[in-house]
């Protein structure tokens, strides 16, 4: 069975957002907002690094792990898990590719409208973020700028999300999904609108891999 629970299912699945933080002046919020507003419009491409940990409702031990992503709007990215193991996820803009180095096992299927109204779609989708998600300011907590998003789609599978900003620039995710487990993702040494190769969201099986799904071109819609 493949092993995708990380990053990426958290961003196009996972459930309602962390309680809101109380705190925050009116003008550092707003500026939460317009920080929000100017990164989606300027960062057409990025990349970086991220460490993730899932905190469960149970108190069990947290699941930490760790990789880099980059992308480019809308809807090309190549993400690369290297803790707690190797996996390798690529969207060339149509389809979603997922590599378990291990197995030697690749899935792919459509994406479709699969950002929709989730939080991949504050990365990876369009620029038009009014159009899916109510946005209200968050006040600032741990010097970072915080953003509430609501999506106005019901069925997106979450209830919200917070997203914590710092000159512009994105730096934190927190969710919580509908089974109370709490997903908060860093993003670090982000680096926006570099020169990214368009060899670098895409992905071509490897050799002997074992593909589940169609690998064939999606047609053109």
Same mark, same amino acid.
């Given at each position: ?16 957002? @962390? *309680?809101?933080?109380? %705190?925050?002046?009116? =003008?550092?919020?707003?500026? /939460?907002? $317009?920080? #929000?507003? !100017? ?71 459509? @994406? *479709?409208?699969?950002? %929709?109204?989730?939080? =991949?779609?504050?990365?990876? /989708?369009? $620029?038009? #973020?009014? !159009? ?87 047609? $053109?819609?």
């Amino acid at each position: 069975m493949m092993r995708c629970k990380f990053m990426l299912a958290v961003l196009l699945h996972c459930g309602a957002a @962390i *309680g809101l933080l109380a %705190g925050g002046s009116l =003008a550092i919020a707003a500026d /939460g907002l $317009a920080q #929000l507003r !100017e990164f989606v419009r300027n960062t057409q491409s990025a990349r970086g690094e991220f460490e993730q940990v899932v905190l469960a409702r149970s108190r069990r031990k947290p699941q930490q792990a760790s990789g880099s992503f980059a992308y480019s709007r809308p809807g090309k990215f190549h993400l690369e898990y290297e803790r707690p193991y190797r996996q390798v996820l690529v969207g060339d803009g149509a389809r979603l590719w997922t590599w378990d180095p291990d197995l030697n096992q690749v899935t792919v299927r459509e @994406i *479709g409208d699969a950002l %929709g109204s989730t939080p =991949a779609a504050i990365l990876f /989708g369009s $620029a038009a #973020l009014d !159009e899916r998600f109510e946005l209200g300011d968050g006040g600032e907590v741990d010097g970072l700028a915080w953003v509430e998003a609501l999506p106005k789609q019901t069925e997106s599978g979450f209830e919200a999300l917070r997203l914590g900003l710092e000159g512009s620039q994105l730096r934190r995710m927190e969710m919580r999904d509908s089974f109370g487990q709490t997903t908060v993702i860093d993003f670090v040494r982000l680096e926006p609108n570099p020169d990214l190769p368009a060899s670098y969201f895409q992905f071509v099986p490897p050799a002997g891999a074992d593909v589940i799904g169609d690998p064939s071109p999606v047609p $053109a819609r």
